[in-house]
């Protein structure tokens, strides 16, 4: 059923695409923008301090989060690839909650990021380490923050 407000081009459907189209794109940029500085400023493995607790690095990861799956390869690209399509479909089916947007565009351009180092490098380069925590970059942070807000938007949407 279409409503009103899935017509509205500043709160319906379009406008949420729009939105999270937004997010996607801010999102690979700076994952991008940032892993090539830190690329271009630091050896590979070498860390240097910037303050207390929080080191950055030069490394590459070829697993997902912590190095999961590091042997993975093709699979991971299958993977990331249907994970992407599941969300998209998510997204497709409930573009009209509010603030659905947000989450789902996060989720995307970090996983975008990612897969544009593993497409470019055969690995995901991380580059923020702090004590007691593996190495990682923008775009993990994107994918957690994203998916953080997306299980908030879903529970809220409930109530």
Known sequence: MTTDTDR???TGRGAAWRYAAIVVGAVVFLDQATKQLAVASLVPGEMRNVFLGLDLTNVRNEGVAFGFLSEGG??????????LAGLLAFFALRA??????LPAGMILGGALGNLADRAREGAVIDFIDPI?????????TAIVLG?????????????
């Open 74 to 83: 093709v699979l991971l690209v299958i993977m990331t690839a249907v994970a």
């Open 147 to 159: 998916v953080l807000g997306l299980l908030y938007v879903a529970e809220g949407s409930r109530s």
């Open 96 to 101: 009209a909650t509010p603030w659905l947007w």
């Open 8 to 10: 509205d081009p500043r």
């Open 132 to 140: 007691a925590w593996p190495a990682f970059n923008v775009a993990d």
